[in-house]
């Protein structure tokens, strides 16, 4: 095998082959990674129904609430942690870190019994899976230029909805013969050995293997002080915090992250309303992300393509479908429709949803951070993901509390008015990111 830095030593080597090859490897270690932190972070849904049917556990709807609002507390912590560490470490180190970390809190996780080590674990698993985004960001802006960051995105987003996919259905195949402890076990097993081939593969930058680097981002905007980005944190936090997109883009994950939080709910959705078996609720659950991976796989390429108010349209067309699929869940009980068609219904609409949501929820904040965040987007990031990780630290607790004492109609009921809500901010945001290109 040649060396990495073979087309150096070689003057007859073509740097074009070599930057293509370090590109695909660059995209396939982060892909691969996520992956890992993704089927980590699925295991706790998935095995959900079983630890709630466990009578050595105590666990109900409402307690398991307050777990997923602890693992929301970490990945808030995380997301205010990391992005400083990513501009500061470099993204390759947080994301090894990520990866080693969260393979070892979850198997400690499955081999915990007591209320308080679950939620200590899951703190620490989501608060290092929360490194993986702005570890991403910082490798992927240090790797490509501006014109491809969409595509680039749209592909390492496919990263997580497929492996969500795969990870409903080998979780939930695993859950049908074996305990629910084993589910952990496979997952950290498997993201450490992916830790291993990233650690040789997985470089910084094309500076790391003698390429040359992109051109330097450039923003959308003629009115954004140097001092943003040469100043300390703090400095560029404020400045963060008083630009009007930064203002948006935040309200609106806060809202896109509450539509993919339903995941987590969705195994016991099957169970409750449905009446499927814990292993059959995991693999019906892959119905949310694998429509997440079908509108992903090409979103990134269509986001680069579209300008102007085409982009505003196509978005908002996807998240005004969204509105609709979870008011048709909210509205199967009134149809009176046989448990065979009722259940092949909310499957259909679970996969309708996950495929209008996710290009809105990945795609628009990994570009602007980027692009706006510059130097600062490991920061950035961190802070937009912030809200929406604050959100979920609230809302998890409220929304088990709720399924425990008013069922899932109330539960799809506020899901209805926070979809609508997603609609409104983020078509506010790509209205106001089109007035700043335009005037630029």
């Known amino acids: 095998m040649s060396s990495e830095n073979d087309f150096q030593l070689n003057p007859l080597a073509d740097p074009g082959r070599a930057q293509l090859r370090w590109e695909v490897t660059t995209v396939g270690c982060l892909y691969v990674g996520y992956a890992g932190l993704i089927l980590c972070r699925t295991a706790v849904p998935i095995a959900a129904p079983a630890m709630i049917a466990?009578?050595?556990?105590?666990?109900?709807?409402?307690?398991?609430?307050?777990?997923?609002?602890?693992?929301a507390g970490g990945a808030l912590a995380g997301k205010l942690l990391c992005g400083v560490a990513a501009d500061h470490f470099g993204g390759r180190r947080l994301f090894l870190f990520a990866m080693a970390s969260?393979?070892?809190?979850?198997?400690?996780?499955?081999?915990?019994?007591?209320?308080?080590?679950?939620?200590?674990?899951?703190?620490?698993?989501?608060?290092?899976?929360?490194?993986?985004?702005?570890?991403?960001?910082?490798?992927?802006?240090?790797?490509?230029?501006?014109?491809?960051?969409?595509?680039?995105?749209?592909i390492i987003s496919t990263s997580s909805r497929a492996s969500s996919v795969l990870s409903s259905l080998l979780l939930g195949a695993l859950l049908t013969f074996l305990p629910w402890q084993w589910l952990f076990v496979v997952a950290g097993a498997i993201t450490l050995c992916v830790l291993v081939v990233s650690f040789f593969a997985l470089k910084d930058s094309p500076l790391a293997v003698g390429l040359k680097a992109p051109p330097k981002l450039a923003t959308n905007t003629d009115d954004t002080p140097a001092s943003a980005w040469a100043g300390s944190v703090s400095s560029t936090l404020a400045f963060f915090a008083g630009n009007n997109r930064v203002q948006l883009i935040c309200v609106s994950i806060v809202a896109l992250t509450l539509q993919m939080e339903f995941l987590s709910f969705l195994p016991l959705y099957m169970v409750d309303v449905h009446g499927l078996e814990p292993g059959?609720?995991?693999?019906?659950?892959?119905?949310f992300p694998a429509g997440s991976f079908l509108s992903v796989l090409g979103g990134g390429v269509v986001y680069d393509r579209l300008v102007g108010r085409k982009r505003i349209s196509?978005?908002?067309?996807?998240l005004a479908i969204g509105v609709l699929s979870v008011g048709m869940l909210f509205g199967l009980p009134e149809l009176?429709?046989?448990?065979?068609?009722?259940?092949?219904?909310?499957?259909?609409?679970t996969f309708v949803f996950g495929f209008a949501v996710s290009p809105a929820y990945y795609i628009p904040?990994?570009?602007?951070?980027i692009q706006f965040g510059r130097s600062r987007s490991g920061v950035l990031i961190g802070l937009i993901d912030a809200f929406g990780y604050a959100a979920t630290m609230i809302f998890a607790p409220l929304a088990g509390a709720l399924l425990e004492a008013r069922g899932w109609p109330t539960f799809l009921g506020i899901l209805v008015g926070v979809s609508v809500?997603?609609?409104?901010?983020?078509?506010?945001?790509?209205?106001?990111?089109?007035?700043?290109?335009?005037?630029?």
């Open 365 to 369: 904040m990994s570009v602007f951070a």
């Open 421 to 440: 809500m997603s609609l409104v901010f983020l078509t506010a945001f790509l209205t106001a990111e089109h007035r700043a290109s335009t005037t630029s």
């Open 102 to 154: 969260m393979a070892v809190t979850t198997v400690a996780f499955g081999s915990s019994s007591t209320h308080a080590l679950f939620m200590l674990f899951n703190f620490a698993a989501q608060l290092t899976k929360a490194a993986g985004w702005p570890a991403m960001a910082k490798t992927i802006g240090a790797w490509f230029e501006a014109g491809r960051l969409g595509r680039i995105w749209g």
């Open 54 to 71: 466990d009578p050595s556990l105590g666990l109900d709807e409402e307690s398991f609430g307050v777990l997923l609002g602890w693992g």
């Open 336 to 349: 009176s429709l046989s448990p065979a068609f009722a259940l092949g219904a909310a499957i259909f609409a």
């Open 280 to 287: 059959m609720a995991g693999i019906a659950s892959s119905a």
């Open 314 to 318: 196509v978005i908002a067309t996807l």
